[in-house]
Antibody, heavy 119, light 108 residues
Framework: QVQLQESGPGLVKPSETLSLTCTVS?????????WGWIRQPPGKGLEWIGS???????YYNPSLKSRVTISVDTSKNQFSLKLSSVTAADTAVYYC????????????WGQGTLVTVSS | DIQMTQSPSSLSASVGDRVTITCQAS??????LNWYQQKPGKAPKLLIY???NLETGVPSRFSGSGSGTDFTFTISSLQPEDIATYYC??????????FGPGTKVDIK
């Protein structure tokens, strides 16, 4: 069974960089598929951040592109998110998920991790 | 950018009722439309992909239809465990995803 688990700091200061990692189990990232990040501010809807292929090819939400970097480490079966220059508006639950095709749908999701931006 | 709207934003229905949610795209997206269910405190769950295909393991009371700009999601007989927020999501050839604002479904 494919499982995804987000990890990283739950509190980030304004203007700093948010960094999260998603660890995948039950499936080798090197075997294929795309891997994405989605976020959800408290009480609000879902926003796709960006996605990456195992080869390292990336595509990002145009509204966040200037601040987002997604990378993959196939040796650890992980992929990561960095979001720079964060503000309170970046406070959200961050999910990692699998996309069988770029783009298509997200069929496996992590449980999500809340990141709060505050001094 | 393609914008997605959903209606209603919330609804209350009785157990056994037929529930219908609509999703509209700002331009033609063919059948590039998926539906998710999200229960409080949980990650979204894929229910329908490509507008009308039921994801494996999802109960048959859930269905979807539509193409172009107008789409419909239906629960044929609402069950207590269906209490959740439902989101549509489009994908396009520009390699972007957009989610609708969501529809919250409650039991009356």
């Amino acid at each position: 069974q494919v499982q995804l688990q987000e990890s990283g700091p739950g509190l980030v200061k304004p203007s700093e960089t948010l960094s999260l990692t998603c660890t995948v189990s039950g499936y080798s990232i090197s075997s294929g598929y795309y891997w994405g990040w989605i976020r959800q501010p408290p009480g609000k809807g879902l926003e796709w951040i960006g996605s990456i292929y195992h080869s390292g090819s990336t595509y990002y939400n145009p509204s966040l592109k200037s601040r987002v970097t997604i990378s993959v480490d196939t040796s650890k079966n992980q992929f990561s998110l960095k979001l720079s220059s964060v503000t309170a508006a970046d406070t959200a639950v961050y999910y990692c998920a699998r996309d069988p095709r770029a783009p298509y749908y997200f069929d496996y999701w992590g449980q999500g991790t809340l990141v709060t931006v505050s001094s | 950018d393609i914008q997605m709207t959903q209606s209603p934003s919330s609804l209350s229905a009785s157990v056994g009722d037929r529930v219908t949610i609509t999703c509209q795209a700002s331009q033609d997206i063919s059948n590039y439309l998926n539906w998710y269910q999200q229960k409080p405190g949980k990650a979204p769950k894929l229910l329908i992909y490509d507008a009308s295909n039921l994801e494996t393991g999802v109960p048959s009371r859930f269905s979807g239809s539509g193409s172009g700009t107008d789409f419909t999601f239906t629960i044929s007989s609402l069950q207590p465990e269906d209490i959740a927020t439902y989101y549509c999501q489009q994908y396009d050839n520009l390699l972007t995803f957009t989610f609708g604002p969501g529809t919250k479904v409650d039991i009356k």
